[in-house]
Structures are given as structure tokens and as C-alpha cells.
């Protein structure tokens, strides 16, 4: 995939992802890009990507700045972990890594609550945690179908 | 790492850098990129509407031609009403408030991300268009809630059903004060600090008292949903659910402040029950 076109592949991911989020209350798409982004270990798009995608959070959230820096600090901690027991592009770590992100969802919000003086809503985060630990897999499957030209590292 | 990040949230925490930096430029973004999308949808929509919607049109045509007169026949009820009404107005003084101009806006989404956690909507408007943090939002209904973060044209808004709302109110009929505080979504509201001896009945409308200086007064809010008096305080237990269907929201009105004093004429009204003074304008 050309630079260019993998920028434009990438602004048409953020545009998306903005209008998914729209629609379902909760949901992170862009930790979906920030997979991609670390086992394609592109680290010269993730200069410009990770602060979008924080930018972008903070930007359209009620929270104090810094959930969202914790809530990707956790996705990139969750997936170098993983990375040393199973194959990066292995859809099975794809799908231990959502279930692992889902309650680190949980944890972040369980950790911002207090902090910031906000309400806790065990119900409501209990149901987008699951929504966003079920959309990751089904997500990055297309995602990565549609980046059939960029080499993906596979990494045991 | 750890304590460069605790650093960062401090520092934001009492500078609002950070916060305000995400907001000018993650929501302009956002609001830039829904703006189009919402347009899109709503020539979908209109497609839809026009030529595939034809088969219902007829018959609720019918039904909407019965309901004009229906209505029409209770407009003429009405009428006598509605003179009792100005002229209660007149007699009782209402400030008829200059003091905050209507903006129209489009709501562009509910919660956006997992960042946002508090009952709010994103609006077309931004700090440059009206929509400034703290700004009141109504429907033809009633009151909605008020602009919590602004970038230059889009705006996060607090909805009145948000744990964290408060709003003065009055009930319509026996004009007993309370504190409007909301329960997250779906649940409903309560009215804090309602005296015994107040006579507030189920179904009663509960009404802005502008006593907060943040809403003007005599905005619709909530319906009395029960009344009881409090096992655990000196106060009443009372219930409400919001007048607006804030699920299904699509345009909103703002309350721009404009630092217009009401009319003379009509009565100086104490100064609390106006809404805040008109924001400096960039460059004044």
C-alpha cells in the first residue's frame, strides 16, 4: 500500500469510526485502528493516528482529559502481553485480547468514577464493555480484509 | 511514566488545558465529520419519505384532515382560555424575558466514544454560534439541559436527566420550590427540597424557577410523577419524568443571552430570576 493511499485509507477509517460512534453510545472503534497499527508496527502513522484518536475521544467525551490516554495505554500494554504467547495476526488473540479489552474498558471507567466525581453505573459499563469486547474481533476482521496490500508482521 | 501521567491530569485538572485543547480540536473534528454524514442520512431519509412512504399517505392523510378539525373545534374552546392566560400574565407580571435570543440547532449524535460517560447530546453549535458553555436548551416542549463544552461549531450538551443536574423549579399550580435532580437515563427525576406543607399533585408541571441564574424562568421541565412524603427527610419524596422525549431529539433551541433588560412596562422582576450576563464578545 502506497503512503498515500494508506493515509487516505486512514482518514477514511477516522470519518467511520466517527460516525459508528455516533450511533452506538460507548463504543471505541479506534482501538480497533490502534490493533492494526501495532501489529502492522507502524509506528510513523501512529505519530500522527494515536494523538487523533485521543484527541478525538477527549474531544467528543464528558470525562476529564486522561481516560482515554489510560484506556490506550491499557490496549497497547494488553497487546504486547498477548504478543508473547500467540501469533499477532491469530484471530484467537484477536479474540482473547477483546474479552481482555472489554474489562479493561470496565477497569478504566471503575478508575476515572471516583477521580472525577462522576456516578458509577455498574449495568450501564457492564453493557458496553461486552458490546465493545464483542465489536473488536468482527471489526478488525474487516478492517484488516480491506488492507489486504499492507504487510502485516506476523510475530510469534 | 505513571507520574508523568499524574502530572498531566493534575495540571489539566486545574488549568483545563488539556480538556479544552481535546474540545477545540476532537469535537470540531467530530461535529465536521457528523454535520455531512447527518445530511446524507437525511437525504436518505427524504428519498425514503417521498417515494417509498406513498402507500401510508392517503390514509393518513384521512386521519390528519380529522385531526385538524378536531383540533380546530378545540382551538374555539381554547379561545377564551387563552385570553384568561395573557391577562393572568399581565396581572401576575411574568417577565416576558428579552434577555435570552432563540439559535436553532441540529443534534448530530447522543454519547460519542468511550470517554463519554454523562447524559449529553453533540449540537451543530459551537462558542462562535451561540451555543457557549452554560447556555440553556429547549424544545417546543420544554427545557433539555445546557451546553457543558463548546468548540467553535459543535457543542457537547448535559441533558436534564444527568446525575449531575441540578435545576431550580417550581411546580405550575401551587408554586412550591425545589432542586430538579436527574437519575441517568430512563430513570426518573427527583425534586429535592419540596416542603410538607406544599400541596404538589401527581401530574402537576414543574416549571424553570430561574432562581439558579442559569435558566430563565417559567420554562416547562418535568411532570410531577408521584408525591410522598420522604421516609428519611423533612421534605417531600416527589418524582418527575422530563417533558422533552429525549431519546428522540433531532432540532433543539439555545438561549443565547443577550443582556437585554426586560421591558420597563411590564415590571422590573427581582434581578436572580434573569438569566446570566451576556458572554464578552471575542474582541469587545
Same mark, same amino acid.
Given at each position: 500500500?502506497?503512503?498515500?493511499?494508506?493515509?487516505?485509507?486512514?482518514?477514511?477509517?477516522?470519518? *467511520?469510526?466517527?460516525?459508528?460512534?455516533?450511533? *452506538? &453510545?460507548?463504543?471505541?472503534?479506534?482501538?480497533?485502528?490502534?490493533?492494526?497499527?501495532?501489529?502492522?508496527?507502524?509506528?510513523?502513522?501512529?505519530?500522527?493516528?494515536?494523538?487523533?484518536?485521543?484527541?478525538?475521544?477527549?474531544?467528543?467525551?464528558?470525562?476529564?482529559?486522561?481516560? *482515554?490516554?489510560?484506556?490506550?495505554?491499557?490496549?497497547?500494554?494488553?497487546?504486547?502481553?498477548?504478543?508473547?504467547?500467540?501469533?499477532?495476526?491469530?484471530?484467537?488473540?484477536?479474540?482473547?485480547?477483546?474479552?481482555?479489552?472489554?474489562?479493561?474498558?470496565?477497569?478504566?471507567?471503575?478508575?476515572?468514577?471516583?477521580?472525577?466525581?462522576?456516578?458509577?453505573?455498574?449495568?450501564?459499563?457492564?453493557?458496553?464493555?461486552?458490546?465493545?469486547?464483542?465489536?473488536? &474481533?468482527?471489526?478488525?476482521?474487516?478492517?484488516?480484509?480491506?488492507?489486504?496490500?499492507?504487510?502485516?508482521?506476523?510475530?510469534? | 511514566?505513571?507520574?508523568?501521567?499524574?502530572?498531566?491530569?493534575?495540571?489539566?485538572?486545574?488549568?483545563?488545558?488539556?480538556?479544552?485543547?481535546?474540545?477545540?480540536?476532537?469535537?470540531?473534528?467530530?461535529?465536521?465529520?457528523?454535520?455531512?454524514?447527518?445530511?446524507?442520512?437525511?437525504?436518505?431519509?427524504?428519498?425514503w419519505d417521498r417515494y417509498f412512504d406513498l402507500v401510508a399517505v392517503r390514509e393518513e392523510n384521512e386521519d390528519?384532515?380529522? !385531526?385538524?378539525?378536531?383540533?380546530?373545534?378545540?382551538?374555539?374552546?381554547?379561545?377564551?382560555?387563552?385570553?384568561?392566560?395573557?391577562?393572568?400574565?399581565?396581572?401576575? @407580571?411574568?417577565?416576558?424575558? @428579552?434577555?435570552?435570543?432563540?439559535?436553532?440547532?441540529?443534534?448530530?449524535?447522543?454519547?460519542?466514544?468511550?470517554?463519554?460517560?454523562?447524559?449529553? %447530546?453533540?449540537?451543530?453549535?459551537?462558542?462562535?454560534?451561540?451555543?457557549?458553555?452554560?447556555?440553556?436548551?429547549?424544545?417546543?416542549?420544554?427545557?433539555?439541559?445546557?451546553?457543558?463544552?463548546?468548540?467553535?461549531?459543535?457543542?457537547?450538551?448535559?441533558?436534564?436527566?444527568?446525575?449531575?443536574?441540578?435545576?431550580?423549579?417550581?411546580? @405550575?399550580?401551587?408554586?412550591?420550590?425545589?432542586?430538579?435532580?436527574?437519575?441517568?437515563?430512563?430513570? =426518573?427525576?427527583?425534586?429535592?427540597?419540596?416542603?410538607?406543607?406544599? !400541596?404538589?399533585?401527581?401530574?402537576?408541571?414543574?416549571?424553570?424557577?430561574?432562581?439558579?441564574?442559569?435558566?430563565?424562568?417559567? %420554562?416547562?421541565?418535568?411532570?410531577?410523577?408521584?408525591?410522598?412524603?420522604?421516609?428519611?427527610?423533612?421534605?417531600?419524596?416527589?418524582?418527575?419524568?422530563?417533558?422533552?422525549?429525549?431519546?428522540?431529539?433531532?432540532?433543539?433551541?439555545?438561549?443565547?443571552?443577550?443582556?437585554?433588560?426586560?421591558?420597563?412596562?411590564?415590571?422590573?422582576?427581582?434581578?436572580?430570576?434573569?438569566? =446570566?450576563?451576556?458572554?464578552? !464578545?471575542?474582541?469587545?
Amino acid at each position: 500500500m502506497s503512503a498515500l493511499r494508506d493515509i487516505l485509507w486512514w482518514l477514511c477509517f477516522l470519518a *467511520v469510526a466517527v460516525g459508528i460512534q455516533a450511533a *452506538v &453510545p460507548g463504543l471505541d472503534v479506534m482501538a480497533v485502528g490502534l490493533i492494526i497499527l501495532l501489529q502492522e508496527r507502524d509506528y510513523k502513522n501512529m505519530l500522527w493516528l494515536l494523538p487523533a484518536f485521543i484527541l478525538l475521544q477527549e474531544g467528543m467525551g464528558t470525562r476529564v482529559f486522561g481516560g *482515554v490516554i489510560v484506556w490506550y495505554a491499557a490496549v497497547i500494554m494488553l497487546f504486547r502481553m498477548g504478543r508473547w504467547l500467540f501469533e499477532a495476526e491469530n484471530f484467537l488473540f484477536i479474540f482473547l485480547l477483546s474479552a481482555c479489552m472489554g474489562g479493561a474498558y470496565y477497569a478504566v471507567a471503575w478508575l476515572m468514577a471516583p477521580l472525577q466525581d462522576l456516578p458509577f453505573n455498574t449495568h450501564d459499563i457492564l453493557d458496553k464493555s461486552l458490546i465493545q469486547a464483542i465489536f473488536i &474481533p468482527f471489526a478488525w476482521k474487516l478492517l484488516v480484509a480491506t488492507r489486504r496490500g499492507k504487510g502485516h508482521v506476523s510475530e510469534s | 511514566m505513571l507520574i508523568l501521567f499524574l502530572a498531566m491530569y493534575s495540571w489539566n485538572q486545574r488549568t483545563r488545558a488539556l480538556d479544552d485543547l481535546a474540545a477545540e480540536i476532537g469535537l470540531e473534528l467530530a461535529g465536521a465529520v457528523l454535520k455531512p454524514l447527518r445530511s446524507l442520512q437525511d437525504s436518505g431519509q427524504d428519498m425514503w419519505d417521498r417515494y417509498f412512504d406513498l402507500v401510508a399517505v392517503r390514509e393518513e392523510n384521512e386521519d390528519l384532515k380529522q !385531526r385538524v378539525n378536531e383540533l380546530e373545534a378545540k382551538l374555539l374552546a381554547n379561545g377564551e382560555d387563552m385570553a384568561e392566560l395573557k391577562r393572568l400574565r399581565a396581572l401576575i @407580571q411574568l417577565p416576558v424575558d @428579552q434577555s435570552w435570543r432563540p439559535l436553532g440547532a441540529r443534534v448530530l449524535a447522543g454519547r460519542m466514544g468511550p470517554n463519554a460517560v454523562l447524559d449529553s %447530546i453533540t449540537i451543530s453549535r459551537g462558542y462562535s454560534t451561540g451555543g457557549r458553555p452554560g447556555t440553556p436548551i429547549v424544545t417546543h416542549q420544554g427545557l433539555v439541559g445546557r451546553v457543558l463544552k463548546a468548540s467553535a461549531h459543535s457543542a457537547i450538551a448535559l441533558l436534564l436527566t444527568d446525575p449531575g443536574s441540578r435545576i431550580a423549579v417550581f411546580a @405550575q399550580e401551587t408554586r412550591a420550590p425545589g432542586i430538579l435532580t436527574g437519575h441517568g437515563t430512563g430513570q =426518573p427525576m427527583e425534586v429535592n427540597f419540596v416542603q410538607r406543607a406544599a !400541596r404538589v399533585h401527581e401530574g402537576e408541571i414543574l416549571i424553570t424557577s430561574g432562581l439558579d441564574g442559569k435558566y430563565p424562568k417559567g %420554562i416547562p421541565v418535568a411532570k410531577v410523577l408521584s408525591v410522598a412524603p420522604s421516609d428519611y427527610t423533612q421534605f417531600m419524596a416527589i418524582k418527575a419524568e422530563p417533558l422533552v422525549d429525549l431519546h428522540h431529539l433531532e432540532e433543539v433551541l439555545l438561549l443565547e443571552p443577550t443582556g437585554i433588560a426586560p421591558p420597563p412596562d411590564l415590571g422590573a422582576p427581582p434581578k436572580e430570576i434573569h438569566g =446570566p450576563p451576556a458572554p464578552a !464578545r471575542p474582541g469587545s
